[in-house]
């Protein structure tokens, strides 16, 4: 795949820059040259809409502008489709990443949908910060369902990294119950 | 080592490994990562520095000029309306011959009040006797920091130098840099040793009072020592490339400008993202290269001519100088003539993508150009 950009949509405090910074970490460890990860450049406020974006390419990125026609649209909390235009300007042939517990079949999208419980397996994993579940890691976990240029191996790598040896291998193995049970339409 | 951050905690990595003396900075959006950093560095044992914390950014310039007389490498970082408080230090610091190392997050002026980027901050700094750079990518901020060092310390240009990249562009995107070791940055810089310092044992003046008939030779001497930094510039980039592989062209960088009929001139993140409004229009079979101007002081004449000679410029400006018009566009005619394209673009943050790059290069071709998207009754 030459250049996949992705854009991530969330709530201020959700971690939807760090999910993005994750992407580009484990694609770098995944082999590819060019990785880029950066927030939507304004003052952030907890709860708030968020956005974030990442840009992955076998080739160095020489791209520094927003991403406006993403390859993937990744949704932190469903909440905020009531406000936000998620799917604006995905590509035809896009795909929409969804943290909900409902099947890709009940959302009706003319994009590929795939949808994963990661509240859910946050709850369940016991990855949680200050009562919140943390959603960002197990998101992460399904998209090298979605992507050729992205392995497993290295968004675990990659979460262990970040976070050390107890609190990685936590978040690690929820993003790997993400990348079992995301469901693709 | 490869590692993936953001150009300020990469910059703050750089000038660790530069091992500074003294570090004096005021934390300002969107510089602030950076005075974090660093102050972790030196808390943690980590670097062995004395940071000066200080109340205002003249008071942070007014402490490295201080410690860099007493002969040691010393580094702080700004912004915006930081960089304009330093003004008056600035010059200081440049007329002194203190060879500073000073990064600069581009940030427009307020007000209105607006944290994302462009370069009239340090374009407003223009005539103070700093070098500036501009860079385009996180790997370029941390060869450049290191380079930096090598040419203010030069004994040919004995002068500061700012180092800039645009504010949340570069300085909060996390893109990858491969990283030297500790050991090779101290073989490429070495620890500094200054042409003159403040000595208790053998007290000198300095900076005293200088009549008419010896201020003009000072001025003469740093416009000399300006012109010979370019040679500075190129010999440290080549030296680089060497042991590192990786050369930004010395002055300028260019890109399929060899049979190019037309070349867009840029700099900082407008000037990598135009690489690929280049690919682009060549797709089209446009003739079109591109001049990432890196230097803007001292300001590469000579190799900008060279461009000229054979190529049609179109200038992008992510500043403006009100009553006339972009400050690389006012350089270039001065050094090749007024026939060339000129767009305003970018300010306060604005958007420029490559698509638009390609938008004003069509404009350009009807014989257009201005200010770029800009709609006012």
């Known amino acids: ?185 | 080592m490869k590692v993936i951050d953001t150009a300020n905690n990469i910059a703050a990595l750089a000038a660790k490994m530069a091992r500074p003396k003294v570090i004096s900075a005021y934390p300002i959006t969107p510089q602030t990562t950076i005075v974090e950093k660093l102050a972790q560095y030196v808390e943690s044992g980590e670097l062995k520095s004395e940071f000066i914390r200080v109340e205002s950014e003249h008071s942070a310039m007014a402490s490295c000029i201080g410690a860099e007389a007493t002969g040691v490498r010393t580094f702080t970082a700004t912004s915006s309306h930081g960089l304009l408080l330093m003004h008056e230090m600035l010059h200081w610091a440049a007329l002194a011959r203190l060879p500073i190392v000073m990064v600069n997050i581009n940030r427009a002026i307020g007000p209105g009040w607006s944290i994302w980027s462009d370069c009239n901050d340090s374009v407003a700094q223009r005539d103070t006797g700093w070098l500036q750079f501009y860079c385009s990518s996180n790997q370029e901020v941390f060869d450049t920091v290191i380079q930096a060092y090598r040419v203010a310390e030069h004994k040919d240009v004995q002068l500061p130098v700012m180092i800039n990249y645009d504010g949340f562009i570069l300085s909060h995107t996390s893109m990858p840099a491969e990283i030297p070791s500790q050991e090779e940055i101290d073989s490429f810089l070495p620890e500094y040793s200054p042409e003159w310092k403040l000595d208790t044992d053998n007290p000198i003046t300095h900076g005293n009072i200088i009549g008419p008939e010896y201020y003009m030779e000072v001025r003469y001497d740093m416009h000399m020592s300006q012109q010979k930094a370019k040679k500075v510039i190129k010999d440290v980039d080549r030296e680089w490339a060497e042991k590192f592989g990786r050369s930004y062209g010395g002055l300028i960088e260019k890109y399929r400008c060899d049979d190019a009929d037309t070349v867009i001139v840029s700099y900082g993140a407008m000037g990598a993202e135009a690489h690929a409004s280049v690919d682009e229009l060549r797709k089209r079979g446009e003739k079109v290269g591109l001049a990432r101007l890196r230097v803007f002081r001292p300001f590469p004449k000579e190799e900008m001519k060279e461009i000229a000679e054979n190529s049609e410029l179109i200038v992008i400006d992510r500043n403006i100088s009100p009553g006339m018009e972009g400050a690389m566009a006012t350089e270039i005619k001065a050094t090749v003539g007024t026939n060339i394209k000129q767009f305003i673009a970018g300010l306060g943050g604005r958007d420029v993508t490559y698509r638009d790059i390609v938008r004003m290069y069509e404009l350009a071709k009807e014989n257009k150009d201005g200010w770029y998207s800009v709609e006012v009754e």
């Not at chain 1, 709530?11 to 880029?36: D, I, Y």
């Not at chain 1, 999208?109 to 943390?134: C, H, Q």
């Open chain 1, 1 to 185: 795949m030459p250049l996949t950009e992705v854009v991530f949509y969330g709530r201020g405090g959700q971690g939807a820059v760090t999910a993005a910074n994750l992407l580009a970490s484990a694609a770098l460890k995944s082999g590819n040259e060019g990785v880029q990860a950066f927030p939507l450049f304004g003052a952030e406020r907890r709860g708030a809409p968020v956005k974030a974006f990442a840009r992955i390419s076998d080739t160095k990125i020489y791209l520094r502008s927003q991403i406006y026609f993403p390859d993937i649209v990744v949704i932190l909390d469903t909440g905020i489709m009531d406000t936000v235009n998620v799917t604006s300007g995905l590509k035809e042939e896009g795909t929409v990443l969804m943290n909900t517990p409902r099947s890709p079949e009940e959302i009706d999208m003319p994009f590929r949908v795939a949808t994963v419980d990661a509240t859910g397996i946050a709850i369940e994993n016991k990855i949680l910060v200050g009562g919140i579940p943390v959603v960002n890691t197990p998101i992460i976990g399904a998209l090298p369902k979605l992507m050729d240029n992205l392995t497993i191996g290295a968004v675990r790598e990659a979460i262990i990294e970040r976070w050390g040896k107890n609190a990685g291998e936590k978040n690690a193995d929820a993003a790997e119950k993400a990348y079992e049970g995301v469901r693709i339409k």
